[in-house]
């Protein structure tokens, strides 16, 4: 197998026929170990969210918990693909799960809501290399045409973190305390470190341009405004507040200083000339828009299972199986279509086509819907989004230098962390507003003062009510999810229109010609 390294960078030409090399096996593991903390911590965490608060007190910063984290994870997610870029990908990986770790267990230490909310923003600092770096770290070891394959692998964690970690969280903090929810990320962590720091072998570098300090600030001042806008939003203040206006404010006029700082910049975070590629530039939109409708929909069906259809609340995300294990399928499929064909414009086309179907689809669910018949409507989407998850990193970074994988790999991530925030939010605040509408005419001042703090009753607050006041709420939880999701089908319209116009690009990487695959490629991975 000659020295490791030779057969890490080489590997990129490997073709159908061969095996991967044991040691690239070992990093892709690592990788899928290391994508599986980034994905189930907040769903883990989430879990243990009531009894933290009944441990340390400070329920009224008790949000603050989940938003220290993600405005972290969303300014350093560009930062660290650009660190990886510049001083190469290995150490830049490693860095950020040590970040990880040091936040986490810090988290499990910690003695009051303050410093939990201190060491999860720590934590979210780390958490924003851990995706990009895997991406990158794919992208430099398996060329895109030979990439497909491993979809399924990506979207099986994906599907196992969405539906395990709720049960996972609830079974931690029931038998093992609260405090356990961060430290199981430490055993997976060193597991992922140990395997990467004795496999993985890339090329070292060494940029000589510093670091673009003053693109970095900018960024993270409007990457933090618009999140905070979109967590604020209709929760904490109006959206019309003086508050959100500002954040606005600030967030727009950061982010287009950024733009004209990065024209201008030595070594800029974000190179703008990535954006030139037609395709790169289409796979942010619909990566935006991807995360906008899928983290929209795994919000509001438990909430729609639980207060319509009698769920429980571990019930109601296996109730999701159908959306999620439709999406794993799907994804292996695309991806053994793209290597053995070398195709793929076929499946953000249909992809887009399904989840505005299924976005329709469930749209029209009301009070006497099945779980049946939901769950056929939830495999339309998962459908869809089994077309879209792993082809927009794909054509993302095949679309680009290899110089600049880190960078495509982050802005597309970024860009559907960004699409999760609005969604999450635009969608919960139509919902919300719908609700106490419904509420207000079908319960009068009763349904009014129900749903005046929260439109989201948990299921002790919903036995309470009298029977009528129930039946309300019902209808109205039914009502604000057709709403919600009538938002994300005429979101989703975009993806169908912006599909319509990817240019299929050959991939890189193995094909009929496979005697000439690894010299193509040979120039890229050496200046990886």
């Known amino acids: 197998m000659a020295d490791i390294q030779t057969v890490d960078t080489v590997d990129t030409g490997v073709t159908d026929g061969e095996k991967q090399p044991k040691s690239v096996r070992v990093v892709l593991l690592a990788l899928m170990i290391t994508m599986m903390l980034a994905m189930l911590d907040n769903m883990i965490v989430g879990t243990a969210m009531p009894t933290i608060v009944g441990d340390l007190g400070g329920l009224e910063h008790l949000s603050w918990v989940v938003t220290a984290y993600t405005l972290a994870t969303a300014a350093a997610t560009p930062i660290w693909g650009k660190l990886g870029d510049m001083y190469g990908r290995k150490g830049s990986f490693m860095s950020s799960i040590v970040i990880f770790l040091v936040g986490s267990a810090l988290s499990g230490m910690a003695q009051n809501m303050g410093e939990l909310i201190g060491f999860r923003a720590v934590q979210g600092l780390g958490a924003g290399g851990l995706m990009v770096g895997v991406m990158a770290i794919i992208g430099d070891l398996i060329p895109p045409r030979e990439r497909g394959k491993y979809q399924g692998m990506m979207a099986g964690i994906m599907a196992l973190a969405m539906i395990g970690g709720p049960l996972v969280g609830g079974t931690i903090t029931d038998n093992w305390g609260w405090r ?37 600030a900018l960024l993270t001042v409007g990457i933090t405004s ?17 508050r959100i206006m500002e954040l606005i404010g600030i967030g727009v006029a950061t982010l287009v200083g950024f733009v004209f700082w ?17 395709n790169f530039t289409l796979m942010s939109i619909i990566g935006f828009i991807t995360g906008f409708a899928m983290f929209g929909a ?23 199986l159908p959306m999620l294990g439709a999406m794993l399928v799907t994804s292996m499929v695309a991806g053994r279509v793209t290597t053995n064909t070398g195709r793929y414009k076929v499946f953000p086309v249909v992809g887009g086509v399904l989840m505005v179907v299924g976005l329709y689809l469930l749209s029209t669910m009301d009070t006497d819907t099945s779980r049946f018949t939901s769950g056929v409507f939830m495999a339309v989407l998962g459908l869809g989004m089994g077309c879209l998850m792993q082809i927009t990193m794909l054509v993302a970074q095949n679309s680009v230098q290899m110089k600049d994988m880190g960078v495509a790999s982050s802005s597309t991530t970024l860009f559907r962390t960004l699409g999760s925030s609005f969604g999450v939010a635009i969608m919960g605040a139509l919902f919300n507003n719908r609700v106490q509408d419904v509420m207000a005419e079908k319960a009068g001042a009763l349904g009014s003062k129900i749903t005046e703090q929260s439109a989201q009753l948990d299921a002790a607050s919903l036995a309470k009510l009298p029977a009528a006041a129930r039946e309300a709420y019902q209808h109205a939880v039914s009502a604000g999810t057709h709403s919600a999701f009538v938002l994300g089908a005429s979101v989703a319209v975009i993806v169908m229109v912006a599909s319509v ?6 991939l890189k990487g193995a094909g009929p010609k496979q005697d000439e695959a690894p010299a193509a490629q040979a120039p890229q991975a050496e200046s990886v």
């Open 180 to 216: 356990w929810s961060f430290y199981i990320n430490l055993p997976l962590g060193v597991v992922a470190l140990v395997a990467i720091s004795a496999v993985l072998h890339l090329p070292k570098k060494r940029a000589k341009t510093r670091i673009d300090y003053l693109g970095a």
């Open 226 to 242: 618009i999140v905070l806008v979109t967590t604020w939003g209709g929760t904490e203040y109006a959206w019309t507040s003086a």
């Open 262 to 278: 990065q024209t201008r910049a030595a070594e800029p975070i974000v190179p703008l000339h990535i954006f030139r590629s037609r």
């Open 298 to 320: 795994t919000l509001f069906l438990p909430l729609y299972q639980q207060a319509v259809q009698g769920a429980s609340a571990t019930n109601s995300g296996l109730l999701l």
């Open 501 to 506: 116009f990817v240019k299929e690009v050959p």
